[in-house]
């Protein structure tokens, strides 16, 4: 089979061909990213645990216990913890994802391998620490004695399917913009922390006026934090039309930003 | 048999100052709102660098080639091209085969990981399943000698380990095509030579090889060929004649150069044409002039008549065919100097050899003769019909017998092709010789071997019969010998090739000589 390189060189069915002969790669990028990660520390993986947990307690101490946001009849922090679950897997994707092109400069300027690989295995290898602090999360409910709907649980692998869409095409896209642009690496930090409270995390979305309500909706981290809320806490589970509308968003975004990659990745080696 | 690499008109062109220019969005924003979509062109076309400019070559399977050149020709592009990195600006590469290119050894090592992960990773990286490194796992520790090490965080290694270590995994890729960029020559003398010992076994495999190196002595020992990355120009020196030594012999003279040219057409050979047009008769208008006019690639000198009368007046008749190439040759600033004819046709195996293969200093390349009959129009001629067999009359095999043996003059004559400063180093033709019966392009052949050039046979050339093209002079003269170990090489005087006479610039193309 003879192989041709021109200039334009890449297909979307011949990049997904090349994704599914190098899946090999893609494990061991994974594999390296959790290898790598906890390497001379002293807690090592306990850091997964460590994170979340430290969070709750902060964000209870804060926005239960002085802001005394309104939580209903559930503990503020099983309230705020699944908030944090999702917005956990989502920063840390975005960071890793954008930056992975740019920190695997030796890779890209002396190798070739699809390059949407990495972006990809940056957000994917987050949901071994998504695991753990699910795992976490049941042992929050054993602690506070709190039996949530048999919904959540269902619920909760569709709820990742989709944020996992929307974090990969927004990672690819941020990766490559990054790589043209080095501001992206300062805007990221800045836009994640606005984002955390223009997301329904550490507070209820009914508590947000009519007014911006309309905003939220296109959020596709608001609808999915809140709609994963319903499931394990709600008395009812209304939340389709929302939780749809964010699916389609997050695909477009998908769309967008695998296409936007694809477009651009040629240049990599050059510019990088 | 199709070849395993095929490389047609590859360019590739970079922005020097795109990293500077581009790396601030708020600048790329001034530049927008600035100019908008006035913004100038030409302006940014300046600063453009052509890395690689219309190259052109084909690799056969199991062919070691080299790629050499000077810094900055474009050798490592060319390997970043071929294993996909980056892409062409324009051009095309067809590959037969899995590629596998070592750029760097340790390009994908992590030097958090231990040496054990990283032959994994490292692996991974360059496309080998995981199937496959484990099964060479062993063999690639063994080869590296750190066996020691092997859950040892590769940080921890000294420098002649890593490199042991990221030559080993790279060295036991299994792929049909390897690029390889300066990646021999690791580790200490031993180590090295454990590499070139490596390299002649997976030659030995019958895999296809690229291969980029300054290292001279490498290259030459491990590839069969080399290839050039950077355009170089031919010079096809000949002779006109304004006479009516041949009728029609303008119209004849420019459907040859033009049949000649038309076959670098798209390779990395600059061709162009040197005229020599030697005792113009007055009355018709310069056969220069006219040719200059219509083609932009060919220079011309033009001698006076006067030189020429001077020369037949001379007590021994000097040759003038000598005087007029060595005026060419002297004045040359191409690469190569293809000595040649008017009625000369080069064959498709010469010039695939010429675009292919990397033409090498000090030596002289030369050609089988092959007359073919005379026709009325070659002023259309294509190939097949220049080549077509039952047009053939005659061969010259200029291989057979050795020049410096008789019967001395059956060589093979318009074409010694030699990079020019070389040329210039023998002075050209000899200017001294008084004898028309030594065949000149012989003469010339044994002064190249005797100053210790090399010789080359590459393919065929295609010659317009005229009756004596295969009269052996020697057989004409069988009680003469011509010792021609004497006087070679021979010396022309610094005035060689018209030198001091009066040179008179005419135009950017057109030098008169008086």
């Given at each position: 089979m003879a192989k041709i390189i021109s200039q334009n060189q890449t297909s979307l069915p011949k990049v997904l061909q090349e994704l599914w002969n190098q899946r090999e790669l893609f494990y061991f990028l994974v594999w390296r990213d959790i290898a790598l990660r906890y390497k001379q520390t002293i807690v090592g993986v306990v850091w997964v645990v460590l994170q979340p947990v430290a969070m709750t307690i902060v964000f209870t101490f804060l926005f239960g216990n002085i802001a005394k946001i309104p939580t209903g009849s559930i503990p503020y922090p099983l309230f705020v913890y699944p908030g944090l679950m999702f917005w956990n897997f989502f920063t840390r994707a975005v960071s890793a994802s954008s930056e992975s092109i740019v920190a695997n400069r030796n890779l890209i300027e002396k190798v070739y391998f699809p390059r949407l690989v990495l972006p990809l295995a940056a957000t994917i290898v987050n949901l071994v620490d998504f695991l753990v602090s699910f795992l976490v999360f049941t042992l929050l409910l054993v602690y506070f004695q709190f039996s949530p709907n048999l919904m959540g649980f269902l619920f909760l692998p569709l709820a990742l399917v989709v944020l996992l869409i929307f974090t990969a095409g927004l990672g690819a896209f941020l990766a490559s913009l990054n790589v043209f642009y080095r501001d992206i690496r300062f805007i990221i930090p800045f836009a994640l922390q606005i984002l955390l409270f223009l997301t329904p995390i550490v507070y209820p979305a009914n508590l947000v006026g009519n007014k911006y309500t309309f905003f939220l909706k296109f959020n596709p981290l608001a609808a999915i934090i809140e709609s994963a809320r319903e499931a394990f806490f709600g008395s009812t589970f209304s939340y389709w039309p929302g939780f749809g509308l964010a699916a389609l968003v997050s695909l477009v975004f998908f769309g967008l930003g695998i296409g936007v990659f694809l477009k651009s990745e040629k240049y990599f080696a050059d510019i990088v | 048999m199709k070849p395993v690499i095929e490389v047609a008109h590859l360019s590739k062109k970079y922005q020097v100052f795109s990293r500077k220019k581009r790396v601030l969005l708020r600048e790329e924003l001034e530049r927008f709102f600035r100019s908008g979509i006035f913004s100038t062109p030409q302006g940014r076309e300046n600063q453009l660098f052509w890395a690689l400019d219309d190259i052109s070559f084909s690799v056969g399977a199991g062919e070691t080639v080299g790629v050499i050149g000077p810094n900055g020709s474009g050798k490592s592009t060319l390997l970043k091209i071929l294993a996909g990195i980056t892409p062409p600006t324009s051009g095309q590469v067809t590959l037969q085969g899995k590629i596998t290119s070592l750029l760097e050894a340790g390009a994908g090592f992590h030097f958090e990981l231990t040496g054990r992960e990283n032959i994994y990773f490292c692996g991974a990286i360059l496309g080998m399943p995981r199937r496959e490194i484990s099964r060479q796992f062993a063999e690639i520790v063994d080869f590296s000698g750190i066996e020691n090490f092997l859950d040892t965080p590769v940080k921890f290694y000294s420098s002649g380990m890593y490199v042991r270590l990221a030559f080993s995994v790279t060295a036991h890729l299994r792929s049909d095509i390897l690029l390889i960029d300066e990646a021999l020559a690791v580790g200490d003398e031993a180590f090295q030579k454990k590499c070139l010992l490596k390299m002649r076994q997976i030659i030995r495999e019958g895999r296809t090889i690229l291969f980029v190196s300054h290292n001279l002595a490498a290259i030459s020992d491990l590839c069969q060929r080399c290839l050039s990355t950077k355009r170089f120009s031919l010079e096809f020196t000949l002779i006109g004649r304004n006479d009516d030594y041949e009728p029609n012999w303008r119209e004849h003279l420019e459907s040859t150069i033009t049949y000649n040219r038309a076959l670098f057409t798209g390779s990395n050979i600059d061709f162009r044409v040197a005229l020599v047009e030697w005792n113009p008769p007055a009355k018709k208008p310069k056969l220069a002039e006219t040719l200059v006019a219509k083609f932009p690639f060919l220079r011309a000198i033009v001698v006076a008549p006067e030189i020429h009368r001077e020369l037949c007046r001379s007590r021994e008749f000097k040759i003038m065919l000598n005087f007029s190439l060595?005026?060419?040759?002297?004045?040359?600033?191409?690469?190569?100097?293809?000595?040649?004819?008017?009625?000369?046709?080069?064959?498709?195996?010469?010039?695939?050899?010429?675009?292919?293969?990397?033409?090498?200093?000090?030596?002289?390349?030369?050609?089988?003769?092959?007359?073919?009959?005379?026709?009325?129009?070659?002023?259309?001629?294509?190939?097949?019909?220049?080549?077509?067999?039952?047009?053939?009359?005659?061969?010259?095999?200029?291989?057979?017998?050795?020049?410096?043996?008789?019967?001395?003059?059956?060589?093979?004559?318009?074409?010694?092709?030699?990079?020019?400063?070389?040329?210039?180093?023998?002075?050209?033709?000899?200017?001294?010789?008084?004898?028309?019966?030594?065949?000149?392009?012989?003469?010339?052949?044994?002064?190249?071997?005797?100053?210790?050039?090399?010789?080359?046979?590459?393919?065929?050339?295609?010659?317009?019969?005229?009756?004596?093209?295969?009269?052996?002079?020697?057989?004409?003269?069988?009680?003469?010998?011509?010792?021609?170990?004497?006087?070679?090489?021979?010396?022309?005087?610094?005035?060689?090739?018209?030198?001091?006479?009066?040179?008179?610039?005419?135009s950017q193309q057109l030098d008169f000589v008086s």
């Open positions: - | 060595n005026a060419a040759i002297r004045t040359s600033q191409a690469d190569f100097i293809l000595i040649s004819g008017a009625d000369i046709f080069l064959g498709r195996d010469t010039v695939n050899y010429l675009k292919n293969y990397g033409l090498k200093r000090k030596c002289l390349y030369r050609a089988e003769r092959v007359s073919i009959r005379r026709k009325a129009d070659f002023s259309r001629a294509r190939p097949e019909q220049i080549e077509n067999p039952p047009e053939i009359v005659g061969i010259d095999v200029c291989d057979l017998p050795p020049y410096n043996q008789p019967p001395y003059t059956n060589a093979c004559g318009d074409f010694l092709l030699l990079d020019t400063d070389s040329c210039k180093i023998l002075r050209g033709f000899d200017e001294n010789i008084t004898d028309a019966r030594l065949h000149l392009d012989s003469r010339f052949a044994l002064s190249a071997a005797a100053s210790g050039f090399d010789s080359k046979l590459i393919g065929h050339i295609f010659h317009i019969d005229h009756k004596h093209s295969l009269v052996n002079m020697g057989d004409k003269y069988p009680g003469k010998k011509y010792d021609f170990t004497k006087n070679i090489p021979y010396a022309n005087s610094e005035e060689w090739g018209l030198r001091g006479r009066k040179w008179e610039k005419i």
